[in-house]
């Protein structure tokens, strides 16, 4: 989405777990990745990094949030992060 594609290198990004308010991760962008979908991302980035084990279980796992058809109209952001600080 427009969003994600306003991330750049060197950008903070801020996750609060919804679960425990007072776990925040601060993290810093390294790494932009651009595909026109998914498959092609898997080929262009670590897939150990994406916290899945293999490309399929990570295809099954995104295309039902971001269906193929969305994916091949918005193309897809890989966005590897470096923890920063935890709290």
């Known amino acids: ?3 994600r594609k306003k991330i ?3 950008d903070i990004i801020v996750f609060h777990n919804v679960d425990s308010a007072e776990t925040i991760l601060e993290t810093k962008v390294v790494q ?3 595909a026109a979908d998914f498959q092609e991302l898997s080929k262009i980035t670590n897939i150990t990094q994406t916290g899945f084990n293999d490309t399929a279980t990570m295809l099954q796992t995104l295309e039902k949030i971001y269906p193929l058809s969305q994916q091949k109209k918005d193309q897809v952001v890989g966005i590897e992060i470096q923890l920063m600080k935890k709290t």
Do not use: R
């Open 1 to 3: 989405n427009d969003k």
């Open 8 to 10: 750049k290198v060197g």
């Open 32 to 34: 932009l990745y651009f």
